[in-house]
């Protein structure tokens, strides 16, 4: 059975730190592309960041600079290292595996930004 689940979500106040993670299980972590992506109340959910299995990585030009994502192929692992936040990066983060036709989501995680 396939699993992802994220965690370390929370409130935090401008200009402050985060780091996600999701732990996936069910599938072969390590030839997967892994991605986060969040949705805003009333928005469209967006590419934040992703890493390819070779570990190539991209983001979203609001946060480069910014936030940082990494794996762990021997913990099953991605994370998302996220500083500077302001408050319009509040959303639902969620993390997804990509490999040719095969897609999977996980559950989200509520990161807010406020004073």
């Known amino acids: 059975q396939v699993q992802l689940v994220e965690s370390g979500g929370g409130l935090v106040q401008p200009g402050g730190s985060l780091r996600l993670a999701c732990a996936a299980s069910?599938?072969?972590?390590?030839?997967?592309?892994m991605g986060w992506h969040r949705q805003a109340p009333g928005k469209k959910r967006e590419l934040v960041a992703a890493i390819s299995s070779g570990g190539n990585t991209r983001y979203a030009d609001s946060v480069k600079g910014r936030f940082t994502i990494s794996r762990d192929n021997a913990k099953n692992t991605v994370y998302l290292q996220m500083n500077s936040l302001q408050p319009e990066d509040t959303a639902v983060y969620y993390c997804?595996?990509?490999?040719?036709?095969?897609?999977?989501w996980g559950q989200g995680t509520q990161v807010s930004v406020s004073s």
């Open positions: 997804k595996a990509m490999f040719t036709t095969y897609e999977y």
């Open positions: 069910g599938f072969m972590f390590s030839i997967y592309g």
